[in-house]
C-alpha cells in the first residue's frame, strides 16, 4: 500500500537555525507529494506542493524537492523564525481508484525558540 | 481562512450515543474528502464524494457514514459512540479530484475541524 513516514520529532530549534525534516514515501503509481502545516488550533495549510520527479516546490522560504530515485520530499528552511512554530505533514496523493486522497505522514512538531 | 466551514467546532458526548458533523465546501468546489487525526493513528483518510457520490472509502469504520446532499454540503455521521471515536474531524474540499476533469492534480483546503469528546 501507499505510506509516508517522517522524521521523528518533536524539533526544538533556535531563530535563524537551519531546518530539514525527512519524509520517505512508498506509492504505487507516480504520486504527488505534499507539506501541509498545521498552527495550533488550527485545519491544515497546504505549505507547498511537487508534483513530478524533480520538481522543486517553495513557499514562505521554505523548499522541497521530489526525490524519485531515493523517494523522498525532504522539507528545509534556511533560517526559521519563531512564527514557524506548528506541525509539518508529509503527504502524498495518487490518482487512479484513489481519486485523490491524501495520505500522512505522522507529522513532525517544530518548535523554535527566540 | 480557506472557504470551507465545519459545525460545530466542539462536541462533547457519551459513549453509545450517535453525532453528525457537518461541511460546508468552498463555493465551486464538487469534492469533499473527510480525515480524522487522533493521537494513535495520525491523520487518515475516511470518505470522499464528488458531485454527491461516493467515490473513495478509507479505514472508515461501519458505525460511520456520510452522505453529500445536492446543495454539496456533507455530512458525516459517527453512531455508537466509543471512548476511542474522541478526535478531531477535519473536512475538506477540492474543485474536482487527482485524475478528474481537471487532471492529475487538484489541492485539498480543508475546515478548521470539528473536535469530538466522547466520555
Known amino acids: 500500500g501507499n505510506s509516508v513516514t517522517q522524521m521523528e520529532g518533536p524539533v526544538t530549534l533556535s531563530e535563524e537555525a537551519f531546518l530539514t525534516i525527512n519524509c520517505t514515501y512508498t506509492a504505487t503509481g507516480y504520486p504527488s507529494l505534499f507539506w501541509y502545516v498545521q498552527y495550533p488550533g488550527e485545519g491544515l495549510q497546504l505549505l507547498l506542493k511537487?508534483?513530478?520527479?524533480?520538481d522543486k516546490g517553495s513557499n514562505k522560504g521554505f523548499e522541497a524537492t521530489y526525490r524519485k530515485e531515493t523517494t523522498s520530499f525532504h522539507l528545509e528552511k534556511g533560517s526559521v523564525q519563531v512564527s514557524d512554530s506548528a506541525v509539518y505533514f508529509c503527504?502524498?496523493?495518487?490518482?487512479?481508484?484513489?481519486?485523490?486522497?491524501?495520505?500522512f505522514g505522522q507529522g513532525t512538531i517544530l518548535t523554535v525558540h527566540p | 481562512d480557506s472557504g470551507v466551514t465545519q459545525t460545530p467546532k466542539h462536541l462533547i458526548t457519551a459513549t453509545g450515543q450517535r453525532v453528525t458533523l457537518r461541511c460546508s465546501p468552498r463555493s465551486g468546489d464538487l469534492s469533499v474528502y473527510w480525515y480524522q487525526q487522533s493521537l494513535d493513528q495520525g491523520l487518515q483518510f475516511l470518505i470522499q464524494?464528488?458531485?454527491?457520490?461516493?467515490?473513495a472509502k478509507g479505514n472508515i469504520l461501519e458505525r460511520f457514514s456520510a452522505q453529500q446532499f445536492p446543495d454539496l454540503h456533507s455530512e458525516l455521521n459517527l453512531s455508537s459512540l466509543e471512548l476511542g471515536d474522541s478526535a478531531l474531524y477535519f473536512c475538506?474540499?477540492?474543485?474536482?479530484?487527482?485524475?478528474?476533469?481537471?487532471?492529475?492534480?487538484?489541492?485539498?483546503?480543508f475546515g478548521p475541524g470539528t473536535r469530538l469528546t466522547v466520555l
Open positions: 475538506a474540499s477540492s474543485v474536482s479530484f487527482a485524475g478528474g476533469p481537471l487532471g492529475s492534480y487538484n489541492e485539498q483546503f
Open positions: 464524494y464528488y458531485n454527491g457520490e461516493e467515490r
Open positions: 511537487a508534483t513530478k520527479a524533480d
Open positions: 503527504a502524498l496523493s495518487l490518482g487512479g481508484t484513489s481519486y485523490g486522497k491524501l495520505t
